[in-house]
């Protein structure tokens, strides 16, 4: 049974950072492109951040230079370390899986940048 269970999400004021964890089972999880997306409320789900197999990462223009994914193959997780954090970064957070046609996801986690 694949399983993708994010965790490391809370409320934050602007300015402040936070780590997304990605725990992962049930998959063949080093040949997996992994990636974070995010949804906040009233918009499309959209990528955040992706990182392939070898290692090679791209992330979205909003995110760029305060975000950073990062992937452990033994340990089977990705994580997100996310830097300056605005308002305009809140929404639920999403962990996601890819290998050849197969797509999995997770169940999110919330991260709310308020004052």
């Known amino acids: 049974q694949v399983q993708l269970v994010e965790s490391g999400g809370g409320l934050v004021q602007p300015g402040g950072s936070l780590r997304l964890s990605c725990a992962t089972s049930g998959f063949i999880f080093s040949s997996a492109t992994m990636a974070w997306y995010r949804q906040a409320p009233g918009k499309q789900r959209e990528l955040v951040a992706r990182?392939?197999?070898?290692?090679?990462?791209h992330y979205a223009d909003a995110v760029n230079g305060r975000f950073t994914i990062s992937r452990d193959n033994a340990k089977r997780t990705i994580n997100l370390q996310m830097n300056s954090l605005k308002p305009e970064d809140t929404a639920l957070y999403y962990c996601n899986a890819a290998r050849w046609a197969l797509v999995y996801w997770g169940q999110g986690t919330q991260v709310t940048v308020s004052a």
């Open positions: 990182i392939t197999n070898d290692g090679s990462t």
